[in-house]
């Protein structure tokens, strides 16, 4: 489902920008070997954030144990960045998956399988077409119940 978000771009609020700004200036002696620094300075100037970037922040927060205080948690926005990410990968998702089960509800079939991935019933192999009832039984199984049906016929 989330391979249709790849290469997605958002807009990134200018209020969000000023945010990062803020946390930067909070870290005192920062440099580029703190986790989040050159991303904090990458994204204070820009407008349209990727879906990408995105995960790479969630991923960011969800794993992080320190606390609120460290300056890496501090350069990644903190709570305001971290709840504004998780928001919006949902509604990109979320969107994604409405799609999805609109064009479902509208009568097109087979919206969550690829193109690729359908079968052509048209040209089917004999290895996958339905046996008969009999057929599918062991052969001892089958020749009795031949003879059984027979038995049941004469009287």
Same mark, same amino acid.
């Given at each position: 489902?989330?391979?249709?978000?790849?290469?997605?771009?958002? @807009?990134?609020?200018?209020?969000?920008?000023?945010? =990062?700004? $803020?946390?930067?200036?909070?870290?005192? +002696?920062?440099?580029? &070997?703190?986790?989040?620094?050159?991303?904090?300075?990458?994204?204070?100037?820009?407008?349209?954030?990727?879906?990408?970037?995105?995960?790479?922040?969630?991923?960011?927060?969800?794993?992080?144990?320190?606390?609120?205080?460290?300056?890496?948690?501090?350069?990644?926005?903190?709570? @305001?960045?971290?709840?504004?990410?998780?928001?919006? =990968?949902? $509604?990109?998702?979320?969107?994604?998956? +409405?799609?999805?089960? &609109?064009?479902?509800?509208?009568?097109?079939?087979?919206?969550?399988?690829?193109?690729?991935?359908?079968?052509?019933?048209?040209?089917?192999?004999?290895?996958?077409?339905?046996?008969?009832?009999?057929?599918?039984?062991?052969?001892?199984?089958?020749?009795?119940?031949?003879?059984?049906?027979?038995?049941?016929?004469?009287?």
């Amino acid at each position: 489902m989330n391979k249709h978000l790849y290469d997605k771009k958002i @807009e990134f609020p200018k209020e969000k920008r000023e945010h =990062l700004k $803020k946390c930067f200036s909070k870290v005192k +002696n920062a440099d580029s &070997n703190i986790e989040g620094f050159n991303r904090n300075k990458e994204l204070q100037n820009k407008e349209f954030i990727t879906y990408q970037q995105l995960k790479r922040i969630k991923n960011f927060f969800d794993n992080f144990k320190g606390n609120q205080n460290e300056p890496s948690f501090i350069l990644n926005g903190g709570f @305001e960045i971290k709840n504004w990410v998780n928001n919006e =990968l949902r $509604k990109m998702r979320d969107f994604i998956g +409405n799609t999805k089960k &609109n064009k479902m509800d509208t009568g097109m079939q087979n919206q969550f399988i690829d193109p690729h991935e359908k079968k052509d019933f048209t040209n089917v192999r004999p290895s996958q077409t339905h046996k008969n009832t009999v057929q599918k039984y062991d052969t001892a199984v089958t020749e009795s119940l031949k003879r059984i049906n027979e038995l049941i016929i004469k009287l």
